[in-house]
Each structure stands twice: as C-alpha cells, then as structure tokens.
Antibody, heavy 123, light 108 residues
Framework: QVLLVQSGPEVKKPGASVKVSCKAS????????IQWVRQASGQSLERMGW????????GYSQKFQGRVTITRDTSASTVYMELSSLRSEDTAVYYC????????????????WGQGTLVSVSS | EIVLTQSPGTLSLSPGERATLSCRAS???????LAWYRQRPGQAPRLLIY???SRPTGIPDRFSGSGSGTDFTLIISRLEPEDFAVYYC?????????FGQGTRVEVK
C-alpha cells in the first residue's frame, strides 16, 4: 500500500532552519508529485509547495517563496522540505502528501498523506 | 486568490443523521477542481471527494459532493461515529491552491 513516512518532531530557535523528510513506498516514486501542506494548531491547512519527483521541478506558494526549498532523492524515494529563517508563527504540523493522479505537477487533490511532523519554534 | 468560505462553522448532529456542509468560493471555479477532506483529531486529512463529485476508491457512498460555479456541497447521508471530525474543502488546479477554514461536525 502507499505509505508516506515523515521524520520526527523538531524544536528550533527563531532564525534557524528545519529540514523535514518524507519517505515514500508502495508506488512508483517518480510518477507522482509530492506537495507540502502545513497546519498550525486549531487552524486550517496551508499549501507550501510541490515537487515533481521525476525531474525535480518545483513550485512554491508566494507566501513561502525564498524561505522554502523542496528537494528529492530518487534513490531513496524521499522528498525533503527545508524552511529557513524560522519564526514563532512557523510552529505547525507539516504534512507531505501525494498527488492523486500521476504527472499532475502539484495541480491535484491529495490522496495520500504522511503522518505529519510537528515543528516547534521557540526561543 | 480564491477564498473558500465554509459553513456552518460547527454542525451538531446525532449518529445516523444527515449532514450538509457548504463551501462557497469567492470567484467561480471554471474547472471542477474542488475536493473535500475529513480530518479526525491527531490525524492527517483524508481525501473524500475530488473533482467536485468523485469518490476515490475505498470511500463509502454515504459521502457525496455536488455543486458548480461558486457553491459546493458535501453531504454525508448517515453519520457514522468516525464522521465526527473537521471537514475542509480545497481548491486546486490553479495557483494559489486554497483550503476552506473547516466545518466541525460534532455529536449533539
């Protein structure tokens, strides 16, 4: 079955960076884009960006442009999301999620989700 | 940016009852790229409906979606215990993608 397994919780200080991983299994990794979505406590969902797992093309939401970098390692079937210049408002659960349809380049609904990674930013 | 407004904020119902959730877009969605998710406490969202009215494999037929233009609806025909959760609508296909603020379905 399709599984997305994310790395564990992180505690960071303001100004630092965090890198969260998302290991995929159960499907052909390069055929589907992976998106990143975050959710602050008690809040709605916020899309951050996506990566084409085949060619590495990326797209980022304007709000996060310049602060987020999404990469992938095809040999490890793993996608990474790095967020820099952290501030307290970045405290949230970060999810990776797979496009529902292959070759959708992030323009799809999200059928499979990781378990989420809590990133806490505090001095 | 398309803003999605969900109503009501909270819906109080009993198991077995019918739930009707609304999602209104700030401008017409010319494509049918509207999805619904259910999120239970401490869990990741689960895709229930995509393309306004299609169900992924494994989603029970008590979930149905409809709508066009700016007004979209999710109906849960008979609430099961696991359906008491928060529901989000999601506009995709054009950038920026957006999510509604959520509707909480709680036990009456």
């Amino acid at each position: 079955q399709v599984l997305l397994v994310q790395s564990g919780p992180e505690v960071k200080k303001p100004g630092a960076s965090v890198k969260v991983s998302c290991k995929a299994s159960g499907y052909s990794f390069i055929n589907y884009a992976i998106q990143w979505v975050r959710q602050a406590s008690g809040q709605s969902l916020e899309r951050m960006g996506w990566i084409n797992a085949d060619n590495g093309d990326t797209g980022y939401s304007q709000k996060f442009q310049g602060r987020v970098t999404i990469t992938r390692d095809t040999s490890a079937s793993t996608v990474y999301m790095e967020l820099s210049s952290l501030r307290s408002e970045d405290t949230a659960v970060y999810y990776c999620a797979r496009d529902q349809t292959s070759y959708c380049d992030g323009d799809c609904s999200l059928q499979y989700w990781g378990q989420g990674t809590l990133v806490s930013v505090s001095s | 940016e398309i803003v999605l407004t969900q109503s009501p904020g909270t819906l109080s119902l009993s198991p077995g009852e019918r739930a009707t959730l609304s999602c209104r877009a700030s401008q017409s969605l010319s494509t049918r790229y509207l999805a619904w998710y259910r999120q239970r406490p401490g869990q990741a969202p689960r895709l229930l409906i995509y393309g306004v009215s299609s169900r992924p494999t494994g989603i029970p037929d008590r979930f149905s979606g409809s709508g066009s233009g700016t007004d979209f609806t999710l109906i849960i025909s008979r609430l099961e215990p696991e359906d008491f959760a928060v529901y989000y609508c999601h506009h995709y296909g054009t950038s920026p993608q957006t999510f509604g603020q959520g509707t909480r379905v709680e036990v009456k």
